[in-house]
Every structure is written in structure tokens, then in C-alpha cells.
């Protein structure tokens, strides 16, 4: 792979290749650990998923939590969070986690957009199948109470490139970011700001984001 990395990105700049046949050429990068290895090559660093994953867990979640809580938009996040943490309080550190990474869409929603873009946890009447079916851009899929999933992984383009099993919310976060890096992805038009909040928060990119009011306003405002 490393020896590969040249070619590989050159052909994926210049061509629109189908994340299968992409994967089929090189099965490595449907493992975490190969998607890790592949972003830390694109931006020249040791390990930007861990680095993603513990910038977010040490620095951001707090924050994040703090400045939903008041909001409608957080109203039914932040009581199961609280009943969980009452019937868990073992697992504090990862209920807490996994809302922050769902609040996190909704606070940085667009006009039109949608938080499913970045993140959809299904419910039981709803057909998991269906739903990778349907996935375009890669986004995290779940399946029961958001923190205690039954199913966690990364789909795109109608199949599951990530199965994540246990992994924590956050690296599951970095996971997407890098996904989009490594298969050379735009954001969704619609979801862009979440995304664009991770570069700068977690990766110290501020090319776009620094031309963002919303998600500056929002970087700022968790500051305070």
C-alpha cells in the first residue's frame, strides 16, 4: 500500500471510480486499519484518526453537550443521555460520546439539509438494508439506542465499506472524515458544516471553514 500510494491517488484524482472497484483493488481499505494508513499518508501525518478521536473526546464533548442542552433542537438527545448515564454510569464516557457526535449535524444544520447525511441510527421498524441501499455519500449507520448500538458501521454508495462493531463514537467520527479523504469525496452540499467543523476543530484545517460564518460562529461559541 505504501509503495502503491502514488499510483493509487493519481487515479482516483484524474477518474470517477466506484468505491467497489476501488475496494476490490486494493481490500485493505475496507479495514479501519487500512483507512487510518491511507489518511495518515494524504496528510503527511503519524495517525490523524487517533489524533481526530482524542481531540474530540478530550476537548470537544464536554462543550458540545453543554451548548445543546438548552436547545430544542437537542430535546430528545439529551434525556435519553441523561437516562442512560442514571441506568449506565459505568459507561459514561461513551454515552456521552456517541450524543455529542449526533447532536453534532443538528447544531450545524443547513437550510434544507439533513443530519442523516452524516449520521442515521435506525430505528426497529426500519429496514437496515434498505437504508445502506439507499446511502450515496459515506455516512455512519447504526441500529438501536445510539448509545448501545447494535450495529455500527460506514456505508457509501449503497454498501457497508466500514463494520465497526465496538469502536467508539468518536474514532467511528474520525472514521467518516478520513473515508471521505481516502475515496476522494465532496461533503454533502447539505451536511457540509459538520464536516467542516471536524477539519478545524480536530485536524487544525482551516481553508474552508475559516470562509464558514456558521461553523466559525459555532467553533467560537463552544469556546466561550
Request: charged share 25%.
Amino acid at each position: 500500500m505504501e509503495l502503491t500510494h502514488s499510483h493509487r491517488r493519481q487515479w482516483f484524482l484524474k477518474e470517477t471510480v466506484p468505491i467497489s472497484s476501488f475496494i476490490e483493488e486494493y481490500p485493505a481499505l475496507k479495514t479501519p486499519f487500512g483507512i487510518k494508513a491511507e489518511f495518515a499518508r494524504i496528510l503527511g501525518r503519524k495517525n490523524p484518526v487517533r489524533e481526530m478521536t482524542e481531540t474530540f473526546q478530550q476537548v470537544w464533548v464536554e462543550k458540545i453537550l453543554a451548548f445543546a442542552e438548552p436547545q430544542q433542537i437537542a430535546k430528545d438527545v439529551v434525556p435519553a443521555m441523561k437516562d442512560a448515564l442514571t441506568e449506565n454510569p459505568s459507561k459514561k464516557k461513551g454515552i456521552e460520546e456517541a450524543a455529542a457526535v449526533l447532536l453534532l449535524p443538528r447544531l450545524l444544520r443547513e437550510k434544507g439539509g439533513s443530519t442523516e447525511d452524516f449520521i442515521k441510527i435506525c430505528t426497529e421498524e426500519e429496514s437496515l438494508d434498505n437504508v445502506i441501499k439507499q446511502t450515496k455519500f459515506p455516512r455512519i449507520i447504526g441500529s438501536g439506542e445510539f448509545w448501545d448500538l447494535d450495529m455500527l458501521s460506514i456505508a457509501v454508495e449503497g454498501e457497508v465499506v466500514l463494520d465497526l462493531g465496538s469502536t467508539s463514537m468518536a474514532a467511528t467520527l474520525s472514521l467518516l472524515v478520513a473515508c471521505y479523504y481516502v475515496f476522494n469525496i465532496m461533503y454533502p452540499t447539505k451536511c457540509s458544516n459538520a464536516f467542516f467543523f471536524c477539519e478545524a476543530a480536530l485536524l487544525d484545517i482551516h481553508q474552508t471553514a475559516k470562509k464558514r460564518v456558521a461553523v466559525n460562529k459555532f467553533i467560537s461559541a463552544l469556546k466561550m
